[in-house]
């Protein structure tokens, strides 16, 4: 699977951004998809994950309560809402895909270790400016 993510940009501290991420082929439900990101100096950590069907999401505490991942299966893509954004989320997002095994379990919990994950898309820059 190929992934390419898109919607970062700068925005003011207490500002909204979305990001999205779209997936190629057509086996997107087969995959759990995460969110990550990476600030300069700082190693890539998790952020947010959602399982295939998308009943299961799991955050990092960091980003609990402001942040929302989705995805819609029929359009290959997932998706990371950010609100309340604060200085400290700046960094570069990245999305990422981890398949599940064909067939695929009928539940999977998502994964929040980037190990797991085997495709990544290019990475979209968020800049918070307090």
């Known amino acids: 699977v190929q992934l390419q993510a898109s919607g970062g940009g700068s925005v003011q501290a207490g500002g909204s951004l979305s990001l999205s991420c779209a997936a190629s082929g057509r086996t997107f439900s087969s995959y759990g998809m995460g969110w990550f990101r990476q600030a300069p100096g700082k190693e890539r950590e998790f952020v947010a994950a959602t399982s295939w069907s998308a009943g299961i999401t799991v955050y990092a505490d960091s980003v609990k309560g402001r942040f929302t991942i989705s995805r819609d299966n029929a359009k290959n893509t997932v998706y990371l809402q950010m609100n309340s954004l604060k200085s400290e989320d700046t960094a570069v997002y990245y999305c990422?895909?981890?398949?599940?095994?064909?067939?695929?379990?009928?539940?999977?919990?998502?994964?929040?270790?980037?190990?797991?994950?085997?495709?990544w898309g290019q990475g979209t820059q968020v800049t918070v400016s307090s």
């Open positions: 990422a895909a981890k398949w599940l095994g064909s067939p695929r379990p009928s539940t999977s919990l998502p994964s929040t270790s980037l190990h797991e994950y085997g495709y």
